[in-house]
C-alpha cells in the first residue's frame, strides 16, 4: 500500500512536482571547446571558480521547453546539470547564463551578478543582438 495515499491531495502534488525537472525529449551533449572559454569568461566576470568537467549537459528538442517560468531556452538544476534548447545551445548569453547558475549552486537572478558585473541577462547581454534573440526578448523567453 502507498504511504502517498495518506497525504492530503495537495501535499502529494507538491511531492511529485519536486521529484525532478522533466524539458522533454533531451539527449545528453558533450560540451562545445568553445564552452571552456565561456565557463573562463563567466569565473572572471563572477569572481567564482568551479570545476567545469563537474557539468552535465543535456540538449533538448526544439526551440524552447517547458520549465516552472514558461518557456526556457535554458535550465539549470541542481547537481550541475544544465539543459539547453537546441536552437540556443551556442548562444553565449544563454550558455553563460545558465554556468552562471552552476558557479553560484543556485537557481535565482540576484542583480549581482547576472546584471553586473557579468551581463547575463535579456536585459542586460550586450552581444548578438539578433532578430530572433529581439523577438525573443520582446515574446519573453524564459531561462
Known amino acids: 500500500m502507498s504511504r502517498l ?9 507538491l511531492l511529485l512536482a519536486a521529484c525532478g525537472f522533466d524539458p522533454g525529449d533531451e539527449s545528453p551533449m558533450a560540451p562545445p571547446a568553445v564552452y571552456r572559454e ?4 563567466t569565473e572572471a566576470c563572477s569572481g567564482l571558480t568551479g570545476d567545469f568537467g563537474r557539468v552535465s549537459w543535456s ?17 539549470w538544476e541542481p547537481g550541475h546539470r544544465i539543459y539547453l534548447a537546441e536552437g540556443w545551445a551556442m548562444n553565449e548569453m544563454v550558455v553563460r547564463h545558465e554556468m552562471l547558475h552552476d558557479l553560484l ?15 547575463l541577462t535579456w536585459a542586460t547581454w550586450q552581444g548578438d543582438r539578433s532578430p530572433l534573440l529581439a523577438a525573443l526578448t520582446h ?4 531561462f
Open 5 to 13: 495515499r495518506f497525504l492530503p491531495p495537495a501535499f502529494t502534488l
Open 105 to 119: 549552486d543556485r537557481s535565482g537572478h540576484p542583480e549581482v551578478p547576472f546584471g553586473t558585473p557579468c551581463t
Open 139 to 142: 515574446g519573453r523567453a524564459d
Open 59 to 75: 540538449v533538448v528538442v526544439g526551440p524552447s521547453f517547458p520549465c516552472s517560468s514558461g518557456r526556457c531556452a535554458g535550465h
Open 38 to 41: 565561456w565557463w573562463g569568461k
